[in-house]
């Protein structure tokens, strides 16, 4: 099964707001409310963003927000901040099969 | 806080095993509320989950690499275990050990990661 689809990057500059796509198929993305986000900062450990599509874990930022139509997923970042200048993954439950598959990742940039 | 962290040889050899442990602090692998994971990222390439564990020695693996792969738990050590077989060049990649939280059996996220350790499998 193909990875999930992500723009390569995106950017934005100070106190703008920029969204995240994750395509994928009626397999994963679309029959699962089961999304999650994750920022990563190179060289150290990924940080759950985001979960179930859109629940927040406890001390992440409400300026990060998820949502999903069809089999599309989206992560929201408002008020652009320049330590939100990371790269982003999408996850999705994928089916008993596949399990888990991945986007390939987005470079955000705040200029 | 919970802390993972891998560790292993940084160079393998084509066709040996490859071989890692993640440590875990701050928290249990005996805690029958998570499982725990391997997950890799080629270099310029995305995330792939690799297969997770539980406490009791239950696995489950991604298909595209089953046939090579075993997790394995040790939870006197609070550490779980990687091992790849029969590696290729393919195989180079950042390795990351992560806390898995299912939902009825279904992958619902990662709460915990190491910071990742770089595997070359090079002659």
């Known amino acids: 099964q193909s990875a999930l689809t992500q723009p390569a990057s995106v950017s934005g500059s100070p106190g703008q707001s920029i969204t995240i796509s994750c395509t994928g198929t009626s397999s994963d993305v679309g029959s699962y409310n089961l999304v999650s986000w994750y920022q990563h900062h190179p060289g150290k450990a990924p940080k759950l963003m985001i979960y179930e599509v859109s629940k927040r874990p406890s001390g992440v930022s409400n300026r990060f927000s998820g949502s999903k139509s069809g089999n599309t997923a989206s992560l929201t970042i408002s008020g652009l901040q320049a330590e939100d200048e990371a790269d982003y993954y999408c996850?999705?439950?994928?089916?008993?099969?596949?399990?888990?598959?991945f986007g390939g990742g987005t470079k955000l940039t705040v200029l | 806080q919970v802390q993972l962290q891998e560790s292993g040889p940084g160079l393998v050899k084509p066709s040996e095993t490859l071989s890692l442990t993640c440590t875990v602090s701050?928290?249990?692998?005996?805690?029958?509320?998570?499982?725990w994971s391997w997950i890799r990222q080629p270099p310029g390439k995305g995330l792939e989950w690799i297969g997770y564990v539980y406490y009791s020695g239950s696995t489950n693996y991604n298909p595209s690499l089953k046939s090579r792969v075993t997790i394995s738990v040790d939870t006197s050590k609070n550490q779980f275990s990687l091992k790849l077989s029969s590696v290729t060049a393919a195989d180079t990649a950042v390795y990351y050990c992560?806390?898995?939280?299912?939902?009825?059996?279904?992958?619902?996220?990662?709460?915990?990661w190491g910071q990742g350790t770089l595997v070359t499998v090079s002659s």
């Open positions: 701050g928290g249990s692998v005996s805690s029958g509320t998570y499982y």
């Open positions: 996850c999705s439950y994928a089916g008993s099969s596949t399990f888990g598959i």
């Open positions: 992560a806390r898995l939280v299912l939902w009825f059996g279904e992958l619902n996220f990662f709460d915990y």
